[in-house]
């Protein structure tokens, strides 16, 4: 995950190198449409040029089809996707159906100025694809693109002018990052990567966050989502949902103390009255609970 700008298509392709799975981009998959001139090439070509974004249930039935191929049978890596809640969802119920569960969600963070000042000085060489930027890379000199050392045939992608870009920060801060990286927090599957500044420093802070395990406490994970968690799921994660729920069994039977008590006669202790005078935690617990998708987000790895 990560704002347009954030630099994830290209850490992605470290990723490839590194784990020889492919790069999954919807943006790509519908740039390609676009170029093939197919009814979804057409459809998509408006909305990603006002910034806007394509429907889930097309976005949907794309990636489903994209990770049903043989080749990402051994994992993948999905960049720009999913974008929505309802993506979201249908991922996690996906993935469960071809039994390829996450490993890791990573969140690129760039501040917003730099993103419009990455976006808007962005170029790409119409024959060779290449990508540069007005502002840190500008296109080579002398130019050697494809063959007979032809001059890069540079053009701005219509969704990189300076409007278009602010709308889709807006777009993905409300649509994405807010609910999306919501969804994710709660299987503690979620790691930040500082994503300003040079792209092999991002690359070093992004296997350095890999290598480093979880920033989320997997603590902060709701017991449902935990106990939904299937056994392959990493080691810290479990040990820490389990303390959880073993101290909300704990907490439950300190609160029936008094019921208790009162039925066999027994004086009630001060400490356990108090617990079960305080219905708002518990009604804030289980609202918590059932907000979290936990069945469907089940933090577990990749296919092996
Ligand atoms: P990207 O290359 O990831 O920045 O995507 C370019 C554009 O494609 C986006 O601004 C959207 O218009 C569209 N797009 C890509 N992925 C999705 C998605 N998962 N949901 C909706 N629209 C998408």
Do not use: W
Not at 20 to 25: E, L, R, T
Not at 48 to 71: C, F, K, W
Not at 77 to 103: V, Y
Not at 197 to 215: H, K, P, Q, W, Y
């Amino acid at each position: 995950m990560g704002a347009p700008g954030s630099g994830k298509g290209t850490q992605a392709q470290s990723l490839v190198s590194r784990y020889g799975i492919p790069h999954v981009s919807t943006g790509d998959i519908l740039r390609k449409e676009q170029e093939q001139g197919s009814e979804l090439g057409v459809r998509a070509k408006q909305i990603m040029e006002s910034g806007g974004y394509v429907d889930d249930e097309t976005m949907i039935a794309m990636i489903r089809n994209r990770l049903t191929q043989p080749d990402a049978a051994n994992g993948f890596i999905l960049d720009g996707f999913p974008r929505t809640i309802p993506q979201a969802e249908a991922l996690s119920k996906l993935l469960t159906e071809i039994d390829a569960p996450l490993d890791v969600v990573l969140l690129f963070e760039v501040n917003n100025e730099q993103l419009v000042k990455r976006l808007s000085g962005r170029r790409v060489c119409e024959l060779c694809k290449k990508v540069f930027n007005v502002h840190t890379a500008p296109p080579s000199v002398p130019p050697a693109c494809v063959g007979d050392r032809q001059e890069h045939q540079v053009v701005q992608r219509a969704d990189d002018a300076e409007e278009t870009v602010r709308a889709r920060l807006e777009k993905y801060e409300e649509k994405t990052r807010k609910p999306v990286s919501g969804f994710y927090s709660y299987t503690g599957l979620i790691r930040t990567v500082d994503a300003e500044g040079d792209i092999t420093e991002v690359t070093r802070r992004m296997f350095d966050t890999l290598a480093a395990g979880s920033s989320e406490p997997a603590a902060a994970a709701p017991v449902k989502a935990v106990k939904a968690a299937k056994p392959k799921a990493k080691a810290p994660a479990k040990k820490a949902a389990k303390s959880k729920a073993k101290a909300k069994a704990k907490a439950k039977k300190k609160a029936r103390a008094p019921a208790r008590a009162k039925a066999s006669g027994k004086p009630v202790k001060k400490s356990a009255a108090k617990k079960k005078a305080a219905p708002v935690r518990k009604g804030k617990a289980k609202a918590k609970t059932k907000r979290a998708p936990a069945r469907k987000s089940r933090p577990v790895r990749r296919k092996k």
